[in-house]
């Protein structure tokens, strides 16, 4: 997981821009509804500009930038 973790962070920050960026897994999850060595993790993000409020649609950009990037570069797929 702290690997994980990790390159998820860098990914976060990277995408985020000035916008500093939180992670948290807060589950990790192995059971049979999945495919056998596979997990599912639940993750929370923060976002936060210094010196402004962030509007939705920039989060949800930053989001979309993620799960994106997630998908096409460490195979993850995202329930939503």
Request: aromatic share 12%.
């Amino acid at each position: 997981l702290n690997h994980f973790y990790a390159l998820l962070m860098q990914m976060c920050h990277f995408l985020s821009g000035d916008n500093n960026t939180g992670m948290n897994v807060f589950d990790v999850y192995e059971g049979k509804s999945l495919e056998t060595g596979k997990k599912s993790y639940g993750l929370k993000f923060t976002f936060r500009n210094p010196s402004r409020t962030l509007k939705s649609e920039e989060v949800d950009q930053i989001m979309q930038k993620l799960m994106v990037t997630f998908e096409q570069q460490n195979g993850a797929i995202i329930r939503q």
